[in-house]
T-cell receptor
């Protein structure tokens, strides 16, 4: 079975720009969650999509937005980039709304803001 | 979300057991205890989860205190590949929507050859 894949692996942007990060979920998984991980810290929940609808959101401003497509792949969009947005962005997929289903993570996109 | 408390770091020798403690004194009756680990330069990886009874799988064992206010992840024979940050996370088992993982700082495990 194919695991969670994210693209690109690394990205450099400047302040004020916009970025789109992509995630292909594990085969059969219909739920995608996005996390931001700053250096030396644990991942922080951004939002989750279930069957193409946003299904929960963490404490992130509206300039962080997302999409889930019919094939359950997903995008994370960040507008008006700030220096503090420099982080590892992780995507995780899981099956259904059962809280006890493990989340399967990709290896992330490392975003650097100059 | 209920909080967990873990030591910042632990050291172990290769092929010896590792016991990783986690305190969760404010756990609710519907919270499951989940463990994830994050190897260097990788995304987190699910390890194990449980509610009340001790659990075993191919990766580890989870021992849960009778009052559920603490738990211990047990790696039976540490290998160099087990060097990672281990996260103890509480998840509400009855929450249908937005079942996020709330990560704390975790425990960094160093395995010495």
């Amino acid at each position: 079975e194919t695991g969670v894949t994210q693209s690109p692996t690394h990205l450099i942007k400047t302040r004020g720009q916009q970025v789109t990060l992509r995630c292909s979920s594990q085969s059969g998984h219909n739920t995608v969650s996005w996390y931001q991980q700053a250096l030396g810290q644990g991942p922080q929940f951004i939002f989750q999509y279930y069957r193409e609808e946003e299904n929960g959101r963490g404490n992130f401003p509206p300039r962080f937005s997302g999409l889930q497509f019919p094939n359950y792949s997903s995008e994370l969009n960040v507008n008006a980039l700030e220096l503090d947005d420099s982080a590892l962005y992780l995507c995780a997929s899981s099956l259904g709304g059962d809280s006890n289903q493990p989340q399967h993570f990709g290896d992330g996109t490392r975003l650097s803001i100059l | 979300d209920a909080k967990t408390t873990q030591p910042n770091s632990m050291e172990s020798n290769e092929e010896e057991p590792v016991h990783l403690p986690c305190n969760h004194s404010t756990i609710s009756g519907t919270d499951y205890i989940h463990w994830y680990r994050q190897l260097p330069s990788q995304g987190p990886e699910y390890v194990i989860h449980g509610l009340t009874s001790n659990v075993n799988n191919r990766m580890a064992s989870l021992a849960i205190a009778e009052d559920r206010k603490s738990s211990t992840l047990i790696l039976h024979r540490a290998t160099l590949r087990d060097a990672a940050v281990y996260y103890c996370i509480l998840r509400d088992g009855f929450k249908a929507a937005g079942n996020k993982l709330t990560f704390g700082g975790g425990t960094r495990v160093l395995v010495k050859p």
